[in-house]
Nanobody, 129 residues
Framework: QVRLVESGGGLVQAGDSLRLSCVDSTRTFANHGMGWFRQAPGKEREFVAACSWSGGSTYYADSVKGRFTISRDNAKNTVYLQMNSLKPEDTAVYIC??????????????????????WGQGTQVTVSS
């Protein structure tokens, strides 16, 4: 099972960019679809983005579509989240996770947040106005 460690969070101003990374220390990374989630104080964890095992299929929450980009490098066992035009409402702990049921997605099988597990510890992103 994957073991995930996130990095790249920090304190930035509105409009700035950050790139988060999530590394898997096992050899099963390429077997899984991967996703990013976030949890703000006092709120439930929410889906942000996901990609298939190849990175060829990507999905985004409406709130980040056009600003965030998920990608992966299977040779490095790493999934990335490029975040541009950050807003104060993006402030949250960002957590990566592996899809424990599916590795590929399509129009008839989009990623299901309930399929994700092996959560990382998260990395804090704070966006000041």
């Amino acid at each position: 099972q994957v073991r995930l460690v996130e990095s790249g969070g920090g304190l930035v101003q509105a409009g700035d960019s950050l790139r988060l990374s999530c590394v898997d220390s096992t050899r099963t990374f390429a077997n899984h679809g991967m996703g990013w989630f976030r949890q703000a104080p006092g709120k439930e964890r929410e889906f942000v983005a996901a990609c298939s095992w190849s990175g060829g299929s990507t999905y985004y929450a409406d709130s980040v579509k056009g600003r965030f980009t998920i990608s992966r490098d299977n040779a490095k066992n790493t999934v990335y989240l490029q975040m541009n035009s950050l807003k104060p409402e993006d402030t949250a702990v960002y957590i990566c996770a592996a899809d424990l049921r599916y590795s590929d997605y399509g129009p008839l099988l989009p990623p299901n947040p309930t399929s994700f597990g092996s959560w990382g510890q998260g990395t804090q992103v704070t966006v000041s106005s």
